[in-house]
């Protein structure tokens, strides 16, 4: 195998860097597959189960802890929230992002060079290093405890989905927009009736990746949803943190409801996600 990675001058080969990567990764999916598995074991089993049987499958499976969670805890609620503020979050994101990454492909102006690398600075700077003016102009708009004043944040985190939308729009066909153009049809008929149309594997990507990262998202929802009646899925989960050991069994049934929709979404949609990222990197 060491003839393999390496060539006759013992470099390593670029077949063998792919089998190390290769390797790696395959560890640290079975560890990632090994701990998710866990968790959902471990949602089934009681509290002294958990004690005697922590690794393994549970003995005597039963769904009290998920009775407890939705009925005596009110999950549905936190479920809800989450659902409502990706919801406004995504259409706001997705609406500003794919419209101004349109624009700045298809048009030259001054400043444009200035607007690109701004993004892609924003890739770089961590939200929690403006936390405190963002606090202070939604408390002054009265957008604490709010999905939309949140939501509006999340639109306003969008270096990543410009990025990747305006490398997909920069391969789109000019003879097709320039033809549109000459038939009369104005930049926006030209962008929500045909540049939209052709880009659903580039839509779906950025939705579903902003998807996941707001779904999980626990700092700002900390910071602008303090109040109860409003918390997420995440904030719900780490109130029993409090008490680890009181609240360990209802811990793993909550997780694993937070977990649901991201194995849905990987499992259905695992394919859309990598055509989409790679569908502007080549042109035809």
């Not at 509290?47 to 549970?58: A, C, F, S, T």
């Not at 410009?162 to 104005?186: K, R, Y």
């Not at 990746?209 to 602008?224: A, G, K, R």
């Amino acid at each position: 195998m060491k003839k393999n990675l390496e060539d006759s001058s013992g470099a390593v080969t670029k077949s063998g860097w792919k089998t190390v990567i290769s390797i790696i990764l395959i560890i640290y999916s079975l560890i990632t597959v090994f701990l998710v598995g866990e968790t959902i074991a471990s949602s089934f089993k009681t509290k002294i189960e958990l004690v005697d049987n922590l690794i393994g499958l549970p003995k005597e499976p039963t769904l009290a802890n998920y009775f407890t969670v939705f009925v005596k805890e009110g999950f549905g609620r936190y479920i809800m929230n989450s659902i409502s503020l990706v919801a406004i979050s995504l259409i706001l994101l997705i609406i500003v992002s794919s419209m101004l990454a349109y624009g700045m492909a298809q048009y030259t102006f001054k400043g444009k060079k200035f607007l690109q690398a701004y993004f892609l600075i924003g890739l770089m700077m961590p939200v929690q290093l403006s936390i405190l003016p963002l606090y202070l102009m939604l408390s002054r708009l009265k957008m604490t405890n709010s999905f939309l004043g949140l939501a509006l944040l999340y639109a306003a985190n969008l270096s990543f989905s410009f990025l990747v939308f305006n490398q997909f729009f920069l391969q789109l066909p000019q003879a097709m927009i320039e033809s549109a153009h000459m038939d009369g049809a104005s930049d926006m008929c030209i962008f929500w009736k045909i540049v939209v149309p052709i880009s659903k594997p580039v839509f779906s990507t950025v939705g579903l990746l902003q998807f996941v990262t707001i779904w999980n998202d626990f700092f700002l929802p900390m910071v602008f949803l303090p109040k109860k009646n409003a918390h997420t899925l995440t904030l719900a989960i780490y109130s029993y943190t409090g008490n680890f050991l009181k609240n360990w069994d209802k811990i793993f049934a909550a997780a694993t409801i937070a977990l649901v929709p991201i194995l849905i979404i990987y499992f259905l949609f695992s394919e859309q996600i990598v055509a989409g990222l790679t569908a502007g990197s080549t042109k035809e």
